[in-house]
């Protein structure tokens, strides 16, 4: 996959404050605020820094945790996973494959049939209805 490369200054142009801070500065938006976490229609989600298609509805549960929560990605390399040892203990964070955005972090205490929980901040994605 091609990857999107672009200066600071080109992503805060193209890119709400809080989308940036999210996506570029690894920030977190706080749970149960983002406009994705209780959506239950049916469509696909992106990535909002370049469109990358990542989750799909089907895979979407709701695991309590404030941020929408899905158990798989649409593709394997859609995403990319990187040790993060920013707070006490370390965590896997999740992040675009095409243009490096920090999408939020996947934890295994997921549901079947992968056990994981997608932990994906609602600021850094887009939703589109499913196309009939």
């Known amino acids: 996959m091609e990857k999107i490369i672009k200066s600071e200054d080109e ?5 709400t404050p809080e989308q940036f801070h999210v996506l570029r500065q690894k920030g977190t938006e706080h749970a149960f605020t983002g406009i994705y ?19 799909s ?5 709701d695991s309590g945790s404030g941020w929408p929560s899905f158990f798989q990605p649409e593709k394997e390399d859609h ?3 990187h040790i993060d040892n920013s707070l006490s203990r370390q965590r896997t964070e999740v992040t675009c494959a095409r243009c490096g955005g920090h999408l939020g972090h996947v934890f295994e205490d997921g549901p079947a049939p992968t056990g ?11 939703f589109s209805s499913e196309e009939k």
């Open 37 to 55: 976490t209780d959506n239950k229609k049916e469509g696909r989600y992106r990535c909002a820094g370049c469109g990358l298609p990542l989750f």
């Open 11 to 15: 992503w805060k142009k193209e890119l």
């Open 116 to 126: 994981l929980r997608y932990c994906i901040n609602s600021v850094s994605l887009t």
């Open 79 to 81: 995403i990319e996973e």
């Open 57 to 61: 509805f089907a895979t979407k549960f």
